[in-house]
Nanobody, 126 residues
């Protein structure tokens, strides 16, 4: 069982950068697909980025592609989300998710992930 814990959120100006971290305690971290989702007030939770287990392929939503980068450090049991060129519409609570048995067709679906962090707030505002 994996327990993700997010950190790194905050208040930034449009155009700024921010890096989120997700530390996940538990064995065999590298065998888990790790993902980031976000939820803005009044909206459904949406997929942001994922890093598939073992093979390391990355996937992004169209809204963040080219601006955000997901990466992992298996030695530290941590996954990161580097966010550049932030926009006000990126404002949301960002959640880290993990799952060991997910398949590629499910990777963008929140309900497919078994383990979730508590979320970290990111606010982009001038």
């Amino acid at each position: 069982q994996l327990q993700p814990v997010e950190s790194g959120g905050g208040l930034v100006l449009p155009g700024d950068s921010l890096r989120l971290s997700c530390a996940a305690s538990g064995p065999t971290f590298s065998s888990y697909t790790m993902a980031w989702f976000r939820q803005a007030p009044g909206k459904e939770r949406e997929f942001v980025a994922a890093l598939f287990r073992n093979y390391g392929r990355t996937y992004y939503s169209d809204s963040v592609k080219g601006r955000f980068t997901i990466s992992r450090d298996n030695a530290k049991n941590t996954v990161y989300l580097q966010m550049n060129s932030l926009k006000p519409e990126d404002t949301a609570v960002y959640y880290c998710a993990a799952d060991r048995g997910i398949i590629l067709s499910q990777i963008r679906t929140a309900a497919s992930y078994d383990y979730w962090g508590q979320g970290t707030q990111v606010t982009v505002s001038s």
